[in-house]
């Protein structure tokens, strides 16, 4: 497996002199063109057990716009694997040139199977799974998302000893796992915060099992509607925040995230003084399809 990880560098926000914190980002989106950010790390793992128990192909499950998909399709590519994703929405059969992930993972040789919502909802019930085995042989499952123990794994290597400096940790929940990583590495006296990007409390629960500190904590403020909604504030935000910074982010995780954490330095949440650090998680590939829907809704664009 010839995966190099190298440290993704901090970049330094320049922040307003009476916020009186420190404010660093970690460009885990420019570890890799194609297999950006968390989804680097938490494939990294999977393709090495994939590897080592001699599967030919990966299976895996996302959503019209998924990073992970994306980044399953391109990963396969790089490291000889034949994959297959189980894609939410029949009606996207027949659309995959409109969709640019799509389109994307099928450049890269990604195998499709469109299923309903109903089916996908069952998508991990054995008979579902039998199903997909007799249609296409013998397969390495990742989940929805990319969460289990070896994505973990690969999470923890985000943070290096380097970031022993910082007090606060933060990044954008989807499913967890990248949170969790960054848990198991964090020091004793850092604070690990999670902006979940989607509404529900189960986050917590399905963390949990695969933490055993207590030095984290879920801000639930900043969903914005839930994942993938959007608003004029959030897009100005993402908008402005590049110019400033010659940073992008992405409108479904990291941008959130960011308005989250400047709207806490703003209202005074951290002590003065306090080193921060964001996981900038990639996912830049979902700004064109973000903006296709904006586009048809007339609202303003992500640059
Ligand atoms: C998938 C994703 C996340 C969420 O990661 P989890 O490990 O599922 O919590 C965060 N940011 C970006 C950009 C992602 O693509």
Redesign the pocket.
């Known amino acids: 497996m010839i995966f190099q990880l190298e440290h993704s560098i901090n970049q330094r926000i320049n922040l307003p002199e009476n916020f009186g914190v420190e404010l660093y980002v970690k460009r885990e989106d420019r570890i890799h063109p194609f297999i950006s ?3 680097y790390r ?1 494939l990294k793992y999977n393709l090495q057990e994939a590897g080592r128990l001699e599967y030919k192909t990966l299976l895996t499950f996302g959503g019209a716009y998924s ?2 998909i994306a980044a399953v399709a391109a990963a396969g590519k790089a490291f000889g694997f034949n994959t297959i994703g189980v894609v939410r929405g029949e009606e996207l059969q027949s659309k995959i040139n409109e969709n640019v992930t799509l389109r994307f993972a099928q450049n890269e040789g990604m195998q499709f199977k469109f299923v309903s919502r109903e089916a996908y909802r069952d998508k991990t019930s054995e008979s579902f799974l039998n199903d997909l085995k007799n249609e296409f042989g013998s397969f390495y499952t990742i989940p929805e ?1 990319g ?1 289990n123990t070896f994505a973990v794994k690969g999470c923890e290597e985000i943070l290096s000893e380097e970031d022993k400096t910082f007090d606060v940790i933060c990044c ?8 969790s990583g960054l848990i198991n590495a964090s020091y004793g006296n850092q604070q690990i915060l999670g902006f979940p990007a989607l509404k529900g409390d189960f986050l917590k629960e399905d963390i949990s099992k695969f933490v055993a500190k207590g030095n984290w904590k879920l801000i639930t403020d900043y969903h914005f509607g839930g994942y993938a909604k959007i608003n004029q504030a959030l897009i100005g935000f993402i908008n402005s925040f590049k110019i400033e910074n010659d940073i992008p982010l ?1 409108p479904v ?2 941008g959130k995230m960011m308005y989250g954490i400047y709207n806490l330095i703003e209202n005074g949440y951290f002590s003065k003084g306090s080193k921060i650090l964001a996981i900038h ?3 830049l590939q979902g700004i064109t399809g973000m903006n296709a829907t904006l586009k048809k809704k007339k609202l303003p664009l992500i640059q």
Do not use: E, Q
């Open positions: 950010g968390n989804k938490k990073n992970h998302g969460t954008a929940v989807g499913t967890g796992g990248t949170i992405d995780y990291t998680t990639g996912g």
